[in-house]
């Protein structure tokens, strides 16, 4: 349908509006020679709006008024959330949005100009500069100051050469880094076919041979094995990998935010489970298993009794993993978005412990509870000298392949061993307390989407625009209300269109398109209780789903189905199961580039290792892991279905083998919306395996939700529904 034009001011206020309506611009801080008249305004599933000379950032409606004021030139977008109807320009502050997705774009001419002299001007010339995403832990998620490249995707490898820019994303982000970087950068999709699929590394490792190039990078936010994999690849092409002094992009960067400062706190042990001093017995145990570094001997080191020396001898370890760190010594803090954690370093020997932290983050009760344990405390940077210096005594240090590089280097290999990510291990089994804890944080969290969902579908059914960032928002608002709650996992996924077919798509106010009734919404919201860690994910639709909508739906929700489902032998991978996933889309030469689910942590990171759906580590009782597949058209929709689930063991009729059987409980308890099915395409088993699911979180979210109508009235009605409406015909197709 084309636009309707509207005229600015033509609609009916109420006395306040009217009152504060001629003066909008002049109560705001926008010189009267920047403001622009509004022209046209078109209807709200466009969400465009054409101005002259500038833009009104909004109109009051409801009788009240937003303050603010964008001054810029061209095309906004119409957006109501919280009372207000705001129109959001595509140009502020030197920040370009792109018109089909509405992501960002910042002009990096500058900064690469700055960036490339400095790259210059290095001892030896760096020839490409590598910027990581992740911080000197390998962070997924990392805190304001570490945050060196302007892309909102939470995983992207930049690499710089004099002429040339390039960022590096996985499947996750590939539609999204396209439409965001500007016109200096060229997109890499890693996992695509074809040379253009290969990670950085590889193609730093492919360049011309015999050039000689030099690639730097701050080692500190490198990992060992790919710091190993590189360096191996440019000698290999005669080239090399240089460290510089500093960090180049620090440099730079002007009005860097300051670290993050906020108290260490220690984390109950009712939702632990387990002792922290068990946890660091445990790995020294660990370490005493493991075996010297062989001595060979030579004519000038004669070993003739083949005696192995201490210094070849295991007797410490050293964990950077913040996640790992916190979950060992059951504290956690607060110094990255979204994850309970804290800098800091820890290194255990089969004698001491010491934790490497800025000791003002530390208050009293975390001190006596630290010396209680033997763990002594030293600054955050005194571990590069305890390390350079040996500061631990005799023998090597065990050291997972994601430590830092700069950890090696302060080692140096004569003194390191490379081994298993223990802590990862031993953090994936969760305790019996922990699962308990994850079991009342998803009810809670269901109850909270459910009075959501009720409120979104009101808003909708009423025909009042809504956002997608009014819709994030107010989902928070609701996750808040919660005991226990936190903060949320990861920013809301809430995404309508095409925002949709960006699996990592987060909206922001001047960003966020509305909600429409032609195409799926897909919400992923996750949540920090102090009980366990929240990740959910549904897709819902407000109008008439197409023939295609539904189809792609139904295969997804069948693939969600097969591995809820699954009952599987000890021994069995996640990968070995990734199949069952993707079967009925693979039918129809469909698929989605991510991974079907991965690790969740306990109060700690919403991405956990070390198992998963795309490897091989056997899945065991005790892993938690969520089953997300999900189908996306680019440009046009997504789809998504996620539930979290812990490893249990199950009774079987024939017990082949004995105790071995393996299946999933779900912790998740939020209903799935029937509206899009095809009940065609279900089996009879997967038409009950939905009834029996919608009815089951009926059941467990009623107690918490008596005093919310509104909610319970929703929760019945889609917990009720066993298909799409009946069509304009009244014919109902029956299940069963």
């Not at 445990?282 to 001595?295: L, M, V």
């Not at 060992?328 to 255990?348: C, K």
């Not at 998963?612 to 892993?623: A, D, E, I």
Request: charged share 20%; with cysteine.
């Amino acid at each position: 349908m084309a636009p309707i034009p509207i005229p600015f001011f033509s609609r009916k206020m109420s006395t306040d509006s009217q009152n504060s309506s001629n003066s909008l611009d002049s109560a705001s801080t926008t010189p009267s020679s920047a403001r622009g008249q509004l022209t046209t305004l078109t209807s709200p599933s466009s969400s465009t709006l054409q101005t002259t000379a500038g833009t009104v950032d909004s109109i009051p409606y409801s009788g009240r008024i937003s303050p603010s004021v964008a001054a810029a030139v061209g095309w906004g977008k119409v957006v109501a959330d919280g009372g207000f109807l705001s129109v959001h320009t595509l140009g502020v502050n030197g920040k370009q949005l792109d018109v089909s997705t509405n992501l960002i774009r910042t002009d990096t001419t500058q900064r690469l100009s700055e960036l490339r002299a400095l790259m210059k001007a290095e001892p030896e010339p760096l020839d490409y500069y590598i910027v990581p995403s992740e911080d000197a832990h390998q962070s997924e998620y990392v805190a304001a100051p570490d945050k060196r490249r302007d892309f909102t995707g939470s995983q992207g490898t930049a690499v710089i050469s004099m002429h040339d820019a390039l960022l590096f994303v996985d499947a996750r982000y590939h539609s999204h880094a396209a439409r965001q970087v500007d016109q200096n950068w060229r997109v890499r999709k890693v996992g695509s076919q074809g040379l253009d699929g290969r990670d950085w590394v590889q193609w730093l490792g492919d360049r011309p041979k015999g050039k000689g190039i030099v690639v730097g990078v701050d080692s500190r936010l490198v990992a060992h094995e790919t710091a190993s994999q590189l360096t191996t690849a440019l000698l290999a092409n005669g080239s090399k990998l240089k460290f510089p002094r500093l960090n180049l992009i620090d440099v730079i960067w002007k009005n860097r935010p300051p670290k993050p400062s906020g108290q260490i706190y220690i984390h109950d042990e009712r939702f632990a489970g387990k002792p922290a001093h068990e946890k660091i017995e445990a790995i020294r145990a660990w370490i005493k298993q493991q075996k010297p570094y062989p001595t060979y001997s030579t004519p000038k080191n004669p070993n003739p009794n083949g005696k192995v020396s201490m210094a070849n001898t295991p007797t410490a370890t050293i964990i950077c993993s913040l996640p790992n760190i916190a979950w060992t010594l059951n504290l956690r803090g607060s110094d990255l978005p979204f994850t309970p954690v804290f800098h800091a370093y820890l290194f255990i020997s089969l004698a001491a412990a010491v934790l490497f932290v800025d000791r003002k983050k530390v208050n009293q009760e975390a001190e006596r509870y630290l010396k209680d344990m033997g763990v002594v405390l030293r600054e955050y940077n005194d571990v590069f000298t305890f390390l350079r210096t040996g500061g631990w005594g005799a023998g090597r240090v065990l050291i997972e392949p994601k430590t830092p590089y700069v950890i090696s280097l302060m080692l140096s290999s004569p003194r390191y061993l490379l081994g298993a990510a223990y802590s990862d291990e031993l953090q994936a089994l969760k305790t019996e307390a922990e699962i308990n804890g994850f079991r009342s944080a998803y009810l809670r969290d269901g109850a909270a989407m459910v009075r959501w969902c009720a409120w979104l579908d009101e808003k909708m059914a009423k025909g009042e625009p809504v956002s997608e960032w009014g819709a994030s928002q107010k989902l928070t608002e609701y996750k808040r209300l919660n005991e226990e709650f936190v903060g949320l996992a990861y920013d809301n996924i809430s995404a309508t269109g095409p925002n949709g077919a960006i699996p990592h798509y987060t909206p922001t106010r001047t960003n966020a398109l509305l909600i429409d009734g032609r195409t799926p919404y897909v919400i992923d919201s996750g949540g920090q209780y102090f009980d366990g860690t929240c990740d959910t994910a549904r897709t819902l639709h407000y109008g008439d789903p197409t023939a295609e909508q539904m189809e792609a739906y139904t295969k997804v929700l069948k693939g969600h189905i097969a591995l809820d489902s699954v009952i599987f032998p000890e021994g069995t991978s996640g990968a070995q199961l990734d199949v069952l996933a993707r079967k009925a889309l693979w039918q129809d030469g469909m698929d989605y580039m991510h991974s079907t689910g991965h690790g969740v942590g306990s109060f700690l990171n919403v991405h956990e290792g070390p198992h998963g759906f795309s490897n091989h580590v056997p899945l065991r009782p005790g892993h938690v892991i969520t089953n997300e597949p999900g189908f996306y058209k680019d440009g046009e929709w997504g789809i998504r279905i996620e539930s979290a689930m812990v490893v249990r063991r199950v009774e079987t009729k024939g017990k082949f083998g004995g105790d071995i059987w393996l299946g999933f409980e779900r912790f998740t308890q939020v209903p799935i919306q029937t509206k899009m099915i095809k009940p065609e395409l279900l089996t009879k088993d997967e038409r009950r395996w939905v009834r029996m699911h919608n009815q089951n979180v009926r059941l467990a979210l009623t107690p918490l939700l008596l005093e919310d109508k509104r909610a319970l009235r929703w929760l019945k009605r889609e917990c009720s529904r066993e298909g799409p409406p009946p069509t304009a015909g009244g014919v109902k197709v029956e299940w069963d």
